[in-house]
T-cell receptor, first 111, second 115 residues
């Protein structure tokens, strides 16, 4: 079993839709949860970073963590074509800065 | 503020050769990590350097090695290249090594193709 599981997609939605991206993880020692966005041929850029269960909102983006279920989500409201990218969940724990990534979900927002 | 920069952006090597990839960390960041991202996969942790010493390593063989310099820049060296080493190599910097040091900032990567 992989430490972090993520549906690879691809996921295609119309502009304005609400997008839900999800990851599950197996190691309860994981404490810090991140979502990165990666455009084609670019490095990942951090979108959201949280370390507690619950919701964290930033503009159109909401990160949700449920430590009891080992489940994390990213919601994108009013999706735009510029949101088309690969979204990677990343989790850190047990000391140091090592991130364990999911495989990434490829999202396409169509006009 | 200068972000993380990597060089070269693209390179092609043949099996058995050696490659060196370079990374300049973001200003003020003393920790550098390297990740390998195969096509269609998430990045995989190779190792991390802090104060010029390796400070954590993932599941990669010894032919993957690195250096960090006093100015916090870093190199990734891969010897005896194999076809499976073809990937995007990402460098990330952060302002420390502890769990509360915040996010990693990634460069745009060096895309290595091994023929």
């Amino acid at each position: 079993q992989k430490e972090v599981e993520q549906d690879p997609g691809p996921l295609s939605v119309p502009e304005g839709a609400i997008v839900s991206l999800n990851c599950t993880y197996s190691n309860s020692a994981f404490q810090y949860f991140m979502w990165y966005r990666q455009y084609s041929r670019k490095g990942p850029e951090l979108l959201m970073y949280t370390y507690s269960s619950g919701n964290k909102e930033d503009g159109r983006f909401t990160a949700q963590v449920d430590k009891s279920s080992k489940y994390i989500s990213l919601f994108i409201r009013d999706s735009q074509p510029s949101d088309s990218a690969t979204y990677l969940c990343a989790i850190r724990g047990g000391g140091g800065n090592k991130l364990t990534f999911g495989t990434g979900t490829q999202l396409k927002v169509e006009l | 503020e200068t972000g993380v920069t990597q060089s070269p952006t693209h390179l092609i090597k043949t099996r058995g050769q050696q490659v060196t990839l370079r990374c300049s960390s973001q200003s003020g960041h003393n920790t550098v990590s390297w990740y390998q991202q195969a096509l269609g996969q998430g990045p995989q942790f190779i190792f991390q350097y802090y104060r010029e010493e390796e400070n954590g390593r993932g599941n990669f063989p010894p032919r993957f090695s690195g250096l960090q310099f006093p100015n916090y820049s870093s190199e990734l060296n891969v010897n005896a290249l194999e076809l499976d080493d073809s990937a995007l190599y990402l460098c990330a910097s952060s302002p420390g090594t502890g769990p509360n040091t915040g996010e990693l900032f990634f460069g745009e990567g060096s895309r290595l193709t091994v023929l």
